[in-house]
């Protein structure tokens, strides 16, 4: 596996990187942009209400407040790149040129999926970011400079690309993905209130162990996960853009049954308290 490279806090490049099925994380989400460049194997990805079967040279842009997460099979080779950026970092180079409309993706769409089918271009975009890790590597003293400058190239090479590919890949969906899909949005449009296995299979007329089966099949997690996991990601939303409210009442909207609860698991999958949370994104700006 090749390793990760990190530029302070703003930057992280991964550079083909191959995992297997017992490599793959959790859902997740982040506050960086993310450029992700699948090179080879299996992968099904599930990014907010979207599941994408995923073909060699398959571009996925993502804000990273999206809930996202990729489902691979047991014993499956994966090979990937990733960049991990902070808006914030190159915001001072876009406006100096008046490029700000690359971000337009990621602050617009939250995210797509753009299929290359591995053409000239996508070729190119690899090499970009291979010069990337490999500047980071060095011991040039221009290297932040540099990086962003190959950032900057690798914004206008896949928003060109998008523009081929419309930007969003429409594509016929067999009835488990589209039933996966609607499971999703039915979350997030309720996950506020309680759910369960049994309301959710009756709110959209499908079996509970149907229901159970194809989630897990198509996304790799269970339901209740998901259900989580999303809520999680709301909370984060509400810890930073409302430092105000208090903590018992964004875990009353964000549909935790109990402050108690909110807080083990809270603490359990960010590693912090939600206080030190919202205290540490609050002193970034």
């Given at each position: ?44 990805y599930l ?71 591995e053409n ?109 996991g999303y ?55």
């Amino acid at each position: 596996m090749k390793g990760m490279v990190y530029l302070d806090e703003t930057l992280l490049i991964n550079y083909r990187v191959h995992g297997k099925w017992a490599d793959m994380g959790d859902y997740h989400s982040h506050q960086e942009y993310e450029i992700y460049f699948f090179h080879g194997g299996s992968c099904r990805y599930l990014i907010r209400n979207q599941i994408y079967d995923l073909e060699p040279g398959d571009i996925l842009l993502m804000d990273g407040m999206t809930l996202h997460k990729p489902n691979v099979p047991q014993n499956s080779e994966y090979v990937r790149s990733t960049i991990h950026f902070s808006p914030q970092w190159i915001q001072g180079m876009l406006q100096e040129i008046g490029g700000m409309h690359l971000l337009d993706v990621f602050k617009k769409l939250h995210h797509c999926l753009i299929r290359t089918k591995e053409n000239e271009e996508s070729k190119a975009l690899e090499k970009v970011i291979q010069r990337m890790s490999d500047v980071k590597r060095s011991s040039n003293s221009f290297a932040e400079l540099e990086m962003k400058a190959l950032l900057l190239q690798v914004l206008i090479m896949v928003n060109q690309l998008g523009q081929v590919d419309s930007m969003k890949l429409q594509s016929s969906k067999i009835d488990k993905m589209k039933h996966a899909e609607d499971i999703v949005s039915f979350i997030q449009t309720n996950y506020m209130y309680k759910l369960t296995i049994d309301s959710i299979s009756d709110a959209l007329s499908l079996s509970k162990s149907y229901v159970s089966h194809v989630f897990k099949e198509m996304t790799g997690f269970t339901v209740m996960e998901y259900v989580m996991g999303y809520r999680l990601t709301q909370v984060k939303f509400l810890l930073e853009m409302e430092p105000d409210k208090a903590l018992k009442d964004i875990a009353n909207e964000c549909g935790f049954e109990s402050v108690s609860h909110f807080s083990r698991y809270f603490r359990e999958k960010v590693g912090v308290t939600a206080r030190e949370y919202r205290s540490k994104r609050l002193k970034i700006y």
